[in-house]
């Protein structure tokens, strides 16, 4: 019951926290579509297909950051690195302050995202992201923030060689990940929330939020230690 009333006022937080941030950061999605347009003439959207939960399918938003794919081998999505030479200079500003993130809101309204829960996995690395002990992330709704997509924040960012991502960054990610679902409670999701804010913040002043990567480090380390 305990678990029942938590969901319920997750997905109540949900509904009523995507219309606040749809209304109240309006005027960046105004001069976030002016940047797109004024910088690289196309789609301003990017709908990306991902696995969500149950590992069903479902298309996520996105401003879009890369300039449009002039081949077909620039689709792909096997990589867990962005391919940077596509990333025009105010999408690069957009991906530092997560403003391309912003449109993932529509998503939480509509129930196939939520504010806090595992990232979403790209279909052509579920079998990577949602593997054996690491199945558990499609047991809960995608979020827009959660322990691994800080710890992506501030460490996997400045990795940019898709090998080194895949050797240094993504093993803790999965821990991260996995982490989550057994851990989550309304205090964890608000917690979370709050040290997006900060992360994003300290971004700005260019400044490294070291507690708080340190705990999302701990964090990782407690879920591998109960493989």
Not at 2 to 30: E, N, Q
Not at 152 to 170: A, I, Q, S, W
Not at 194 to 222: G, M, N, S
Request: a positive charge.
């Amino acid at each position: 019951m305990k678990k029942t009333a938590y969901f319920f006022v997750k997905r109540a937080f949900d509904i009523v926290a995507s219309l606040i941030g749809i209304l109240g950061t309006s005027p960046i999605w105004i001069i976030a579509i002016l940047g797109i347009v004024i910088s690289d003439p196309g789609p301003v959207f990017y709908k990306a297909c991902r696995i969500g939960k149950d590992n069903k399918e479902f298309y996520m938003w996105k401003f879009r950051s890369m300039r449009v794919p002039r081949k077909e081998s620039e689709k792909s999505e096997a990589s867990f690195k962005a391919d940077t030479n596509r990333i025009f200079a105010f999408g690069q500003l957009c991906r530092s302050l997560k403003i391309d993130e912003l449109p993932q809101l529509l998503n939480i309204l509509g129930g196939s995202m939520s504010v806090v829960g595992p990232r979403p996995a790209a279909k052509d690395q579920v079998a990577i992201m949602r593997a054996g002990r690491y199945a558990v992330a499609a047991s809960v709704r995608p979020g827009l923030t959660s322990p691994a997509a800080l710890y992506d924040y501030l460490y996997g960012d400045e990795v940019e060689d898709p090998e080194e991502y895949e050797r240094l960054v993504l093993p803790t990610r999965l821990e991260l990940e996995a982490y989550y679902p057994t851990h989550m409670s309304a205090w964890y999701d608000v917690k979370l929330i709050w040290y997006t804010v900060v992360c994003i913040f300290c971004r700005l002043l260019h400044k490294f939020p070291q507690k708080i990567f340190d705990e999302v480090v701990a964090a990782a380390q407690t879920a591998e230690a109960v493989k």
